[in-house]
């Protein structure tokens, strides 16, 4: 069987297998949602409401019903691409999502990118001098920054740089005093389109501190994952042939070592991805960002169970998305691997 035959029989696999990872992420976030503690009834109306206007908006909402009641409607519109309403404000939880997610993936790229140059960086730092300082120093640097509690990290980066330097503001995605740019939802995109610079520094002076906690503290999945790949990649056999030959050791590191380093760097990028979910949260909230994980934190507390569901599959759906991409990458650069 040719490569390419196996190539696509592989990525077949991997599609088929998508829908059934979603319908197991949407039945378990269904599940937990319905045996947690908290009444979205309590959360909407509050505990002293009427028992008949409690039962009324609970006939309302559906949640009268048995819960294998529940889970078909659930899952038929689910197929049918509905994520049903808000229990809260009654909107759409597509468009509630379409209004949040452009500004979490704006913050989760811009973090990625700077996670990557950075981790990579310092992973590489190193590399001349095993166990020198600089090696050192950039192990210390990638077991601390991945060990940092996000939470903590952030509130730390807000008290320096906001409250006691003033150099950059302490929350929000953009200025009050400014009307935000339009159209496609990243502002730092609607900006340079439209030209309008104020709009384009009010975006960036948001936008760097989350960014710069959230892509720091995933840099040392980078930092950690090169060391250790270019390390088993120089103490590799043909890096000794091509040492033997009488390459210098730049081109050997450069050429031979270094490629093959970067490929589980590669795959790492698409389970950091999914890390980015749980990271996010705790620095969209810290931050007050209005992105998609601040929605799910607000929507979690007010029991508001379509917004809770729609955006777990959402966000499910943009993982599975992305590692199968970075999988295929790997495959297509890979020429030892087979399926």
Do not use: C
Not at 248 to 262: I, T
């Amino acid at each position: 069987m040719s490569r390419r035959n196996e190539l696509l029989r592989y990525l077949g696999a991997r599609l088929a297998l998508a829908p059934l990872m979603l319908w197991l992420i949407a039945s378990l976030v269904f599940l937990l949602l319905r045996v947690a503690p908290g009444d979205p009834i309590d959360a909407l109306l509050g505990p002293k409401a009427p028992a008949a206007v409690r039962a009324a908006l609970r006939q309302q909402l559906g949640l009268d019903q048995p819960l294998t009641v529940q889970y078909g409607h659930f899952i038929s519109n689910l197929l049918h691409g509905d994520l049903g309403l808000s229990q809260a404000s009654q909107e759409p939880v597509a468009g509630i999502i379409r209004q949040s997610l452009p500004a979490s993936l704006e913050l989760g790229v811009t973090a990625l990118l700077l996670a990557a140059v950075v981790g990579l960086a310092v992973g590489f730092s190193g590399i001349a001098r095993p166990e020198g300082k600089l090696d050192l120093a950039g192990r210390l640097y990638g077991i601390g920054t991945y060990a940092l509690p996000p939470f903590w990290a952030a509130m730390l980066v807000q008290l320096v740089f906001a409250v006691w330097l003033g150099w950059l503001p302490v929350g929000g995605r953009f200025p009050p005093s400014l009307l935000p740019p339009t159209g496609t939802g990243f502002y730092l995109l609607d900006s340079l389109r439209a030209g309008n610079w104020s709009q384009l520094q009010g975006t960036v002076r948001h936008l760097t501190l989350p960014a710069a906690t959230l892509g720091l503290l995933l840099s040392g999945i980078f930092d950690n994952a090169l060391r250790l790949n270019l390390r088993r990649a120089l103490a590799s056999d043909y890096v000794e042939a091509a040492r033997s030959r009488g390459l210098g050791e730049a081109r050997v590191v450069l050429r031979h070592a270094l490629p093959n380093a970067l490929l589980p760097v590669l795959t790492i990028t698409g389970i950091t991805v999914a890390s980015l979910i749980g990271g996010a949260l705790l620095i969209e909230v810290t931050f007050s960002w209005p992105g998609i994980a601040f929605r799910l934190q607000e929507a979690i507390s007010q029991r508001d169970y379509p917004v809770v569901q729609g955006i777990v599959v959402v966000v499910a759906a943009l993982v599975v998305m992305v590692t199968v991409l970075v999988d295929l990458l790997v495959a297509l650069l890979d020429p030892r691997i087979r399926f």
